[in-house]
């Protein structure tokens, strides 16, 4: 099972930040959900589905999850429906869909442990270089869809040094990119 975790909660929540706050988030609503190839987590995809029909989807999410559980098929469906050109996002059917269906998409980046040239091996961990590259590519303006999505596979075997350089991108976010952290 893929335990989701919003930055903030998806419902109304009392009492955070002292007496009498309030904050409001989009309450889950019952939809139906053809295009999503997720089975068995429908409280996380109407959670998702509400947050993406009132444009109200955070900064970065972070997906939880033992192995082959469908994590990283989660992130790509969510930067399809980010970047969808149709009104029933995702609709798998658009040009923005089937590029990043088939890896081909300019704003859609996952970052991963690397290749090793001087060892000929993968890297245990991801470097700061790697980050660098991210922050680099994510201050640029989308090139042909609505934003650029950054999927982030494998954050907890990331250094020292690149997990603080993502911290300061993820605290002080570009308007129009969109993380996903598996």
């Not at 988030?25 to 998702?48: C, F, S, T």
């Not at 129009?176 to 952290?181: N, R």
């Amino acid at each position: 099972q893929i335990h989701f975790h919003p930055p903030l909660p998806p419902w109304r929540e009392r009492g955070i930040g002292g007496e009498g706050f309030e904050m409001s988030y989009p309450k889950p609503q019952r939809v139906d959900m053809p295009n999503w190839k997720i089975l068995g987590q429908e409280h996380i995809l109407a959670v998702l589905e509400t947050s993406i029909r009132q444009n109200q989807l955070a900064h970065a999410y972070l997906l939880v999850g033992p192995p082959y559980i469908g994590k990283t098929t989660l992130a790509l469906q969510l930067a399809q429906a980010v970047n969808c050109l149709e009104q029933d996002r995702p609709c798998g059917l658009c040009q923005q869909c089937q590029r990043i269906e088939r890896g081909l998409h300019a704003d859609v980046q996952i970052v991963a442990p690397a290749w090793d040239e001087r060892t000929g091996r993968m890297r245990v961990e991801t470097g700061i270089d790697q980050v660098r590259t991210l922050e680099r590519a994510a201050a640029l303006e989308p090139y042909e869809g609505r934003c650029r999505v950054v999927i982030i596979d494998g954050v907890e075997r990331f250094s020292q040094d690149a997990a603080n350089a993502l911290l300061k991108t993820l605290e002080e976010p570009p308007p129009h990119v969109f993380f996903l952290l598996l």
